[in-house]
DNA sequence: CCCGTGATTCCAGAATTGTCGAATTATCAG
DNA sequence: CTGATAATTCGACAATTCTGGAATCACGGG
């Protein structure tokens, strides 16, 4: 992963409403979640999530796939991996990144 | 760490500029980079640099410390760590995300 | 074909962000 | 104080992003 690629994701992933669903993608696993279940849980006008997805999909960060009458999201793993990978790689101290249960507690 | 300051983080790090930035104060370690040393990497005007700067360390994402004429600028590890973890939590699969050596060769 | 549902596209205005020269502040040396 | 260097602040403009209503497209059922 380049720096431009990284800022890229970086900053799509940085607006709170696409940061959201792109969470939603991800722990949705590879089943992925329909556009209308985004919608619900972000309460926005679809014009304004549509928007955001597109910008995620443009970003790689996301996938769309037509099943019938609904579009299902699923999120770009790979790309998320990678993402945290050159983060922890090249903008982090290096130091034990996985401690989750801390995470809670602090 | 919410998901607010989470996309707060990751947008100030979703530009170019700022991103090679703070990637420069996390290489440089606690001893930290001044201005000047970072405009001569980025190559970018003063001001615009300044600006991305104050971006930076409005998201807490880096410190500055005057030193005489120098201002010395430190990247807020501790910050840095916990947006990987919180990435690593919430938006990744999950899967290893250390295999540094991996990544070159990719 | 017609209707309803899911979702996008179009459009336009508001808001934010990025850029950088000029002026300014801060500090130190002589 | 004066001059030089380091860096910020100011100000103004260009560019991009965000938002959401209205129109449109896509699909399936009757």
Redesign the pocket.
Known sequence: MDIETASKCL??L?????LEAFRLLIKAGPEGV??????RHLN????????????L?WAGLAR?E????????TANFELADQLVAYLCAECCSGLDVVPMEEQEGA
């Open positions: 900053s799509e940085g607006n709170p409403h696409r329909s556009v209308g279940d985004i919608q926005i006008p679809k014009s304004t999530l549509s928007h955001h997805i597109s910008h999909v769309q037509r099943e019938g009458r609904v579009l299902r999201c």
